[in-house]
């Protein structure tokens, strides 16, 4: 889902020189179950507050930010 030069940029954001194709992969992969996991905890919220729709809030909470 996530195109790898995306994860290639978060990881050199996040002070990374080099990191090889594999490890892109699996940090694409763990990125992309963590955020399936917030927008599912995220949906489970806003149902719960009656909504259909996910707000910051609802994501924010789900990541434990608030």
Avoid: N, Q, Y
Wanted: charged content about 40%; cysteine-free.
């Amino acid at each position: 889902m996530i195109p790898l030069a995306v994860v290639e940029r978060i990881a050199r954001k996040a002070g990374v020189e080099r990191i090889s194709r594999e490890a892109l992969e699996e940090l694409k992969e763990l990125i992309e179950e963590i955020a399936e996991d917030l927008a599912m905890e995220a949906a489970e919220l806003a149902k719960h507050a009656g909504r259909k729709t996910i707000k910051p809030e609802d994501i924010k909470l789900a990541a434990g930010k608030v």
